[in-house]
């Protein structure tokens, strides 16, 4: 059981925001050793994923605030978690999918990336791929501004502006994260 340390009501909801987060990653590790079992992996693979979901679900701290104080080591210098199950965690973390979780539900993968953008979950992303025949997010993004998106059903012109708002923001992000790179290497 997990103790909310604050009396301030706006950090105790990230509190409580950041462990909502633990446990859906958990979710997503017995989700993943569930279908590795059905599909007769190796058990000691199987139990390697219960057990991290175990030792997330029991954590009093944000793996959020874990990973940006420590990195992937903190987790990996977590009980039951070994560097590969401690960098499905830091990809969930960043776009809220696990690749292997994806390739075992059988998910595209364009469908799988669309889920990344807030506002559109699997089904949506489905109906997406399935009117419009994009695969990548910059396919998704001229789509938005071309004005192909409000013809997939369930998207207004709302839920467009907001597409259009979290994809500039990524992208000004991948820029300025490729821009950082290439000056490190620089002055390398």
Known sequence: MAVINSSDPLHAGTEIESLHENQNVAKALDETAQLLHDQKANEFRVRAYHAAANTIRSLPTSLRAMVEHDGIEGLIALPTIGKSIANLIHQYLQTGHMSLLDRLRGESHCEALFTTVPGIGRELAHRIHE?????????????????????????????????????????AKGMSDAATEKDTKTNA
């Not at 910059?138 to 597409?163: M, N, T, Y």
């Open 131 to 171: 009117h419009l025949h994009i695969e990548t997010l910059c396919e998704l993004d001229a789509a938005a501004w071309e004005g192909k998106l409000e013809q997939v059903p369930g998207i207004g012109a709302k839920r467009v502006q907001s597409i259009k708002d979290a994809l500039a923001i990524r992208f």
